[in-house]
C-alpha cells in the first residue's frame, strides 16, 4: 500500500533542544495531518493542515504545508521528556489517509 | 462530541481460529471508517476503508476482511487466523460526505497476539 517518506527514523537529543522531522511524497493530498503515538495508545492529532503554503502552530509545535502538495514538516521547540513518543505524518486524498513510517523521539534529560 | 469505541484491547488468539474486532462512532454520521495495522515499531498499514454502509476498499490482499453493516460499526474479521496477524489494530474514523475539512480519530487500539 501507498505509504510515505518519513525521516528520519529517529532521533535522540537532550531536553530544550528543537525537533525537525519531515514527509514527502509522490503523490499530491489536500489536507497533511500530524500524529503523536504514545505506547499502547492510539494516535492523537497534533496539528492539520489544510491549504497548501500553510503554517501552522500549536503551542511549542509548528508545521508547514508544502507548497507543492507533496510534502509537510513538524517542528518542535524547547523539547520536553513529555515530548517522547512516536510522531507521524499523514496524507489525506479523496477518501484514504495513509501515514508515514513514523518518526521515534528519545529525550535525554 | 464525537467519541469512537473499539473493542476488545488486547486479545490472544490461537493460529486457525476466527477473528472479529468491532469499531464503533458516535456523535456523527456518515463518517469514512478505517482499520489500520501497525507492527511493532513500524508504521501504520493501512488495511481497510469504508464510506458508507456494506462500502469497503480493501487495500492490501490479506487473511482478513471488512464489514460495516451499520453506518457507524466496522467490523475487522478473519475466518481463520495467521501467526502473521499479530499486530496492534487500530480503527479510524474521519468526517465523510466529501468534507473539506476534516480530521482522523483514533480508536485505542486492540493488541492481537496470535498464538
Known amino acids: 500500500g501507498q505509504q510515505l517518506n518519513q525521516s528520519p527514523q529517529s532521533m535522540f537529543i537532550q531536553e530544550g533542544e528543537d525537533v525537525s522531522m519531515n514527509c514527502t511524497s509522490s503523490s499530491i493530498f489536500n489536507t497533511w495531518l500530524w500524529y503523536k503515538q504514545d505506547p499502547g495508545e492510539g494516535p492523537v492529532l497534533l496539528i492539520a493542515l489544510y491549504k497548501a503554503g500553510e503554517l501552522t502552530s500549536n503551542g511549542r509545535l509548528t508545521a508547514q504545508f508544502g507548497i507543492t502538495r507533496k510534502d509537510s514538516f513538524l517542528n518542535i521547540s524547547a523539547s520536553i521528556p513529555s515530548d517522547v513518543g512516536i510522531y507521524f505524518c499523514?496524507?489525506?486524498?479523496?477518501?484514504?489517509?495513509?501515514f508515514g513510517q513514523g518518526t521515534r523521539l528519545t529525550i535525554n534529560p | 462530541s464525537q467519541t469512537i469505541h473499539q473493542w476488545p484491547a488486547t486479545l490472544v488468539q490461537p493460529v486457525g481460529s476466527p477473528l472479529s474486532l468491532e469499531c464503533t462512532v458516535e456523535?456523527?454520521?456518515?463518517?469514512?471508517l478505517y482499520w489500520y495495522r501497525q507492527a511493532a515499531g513500524r508504521g501504520l498499514q493501512l488495511l481497510f476503508y469504508s464510506v458508507g454502509i456494506g462500502q469497503i476498499s480493501s487495500e492490501v490482499p490479506q487473511n482478513l476482511s471488512a464489514s460495516r453493516p451499520q453506518d457507524r460499526q466496522f467490523i475487522l474479521s478473519s475466518k481463520k487466523l495467521l501467526l502473521s496477524d499479530s499486530g496492534f489494530y487500530l480503527c479510524?474514523?474521519?468526517?465523510?460526505?466529501?468534507?473539506?475539512?476534516?480530521?482522523?480519530?483514533f480508536g485505542q487500539g486492540t493488541r492481537l497476539t496470535v498464538v
Open positions: 479510524a474514523w474521519m468526517g465523510g460526505g466529501g468534507r473539506e475539512y476534516t480530521e482522523a480519530f
Open positions: 456523535g456523527t454520521s456518515n463518517p469514512n
Open positions: 499523514a496524507g489525506k486524498g479523496a477518501q484514504k489517509l495513509v
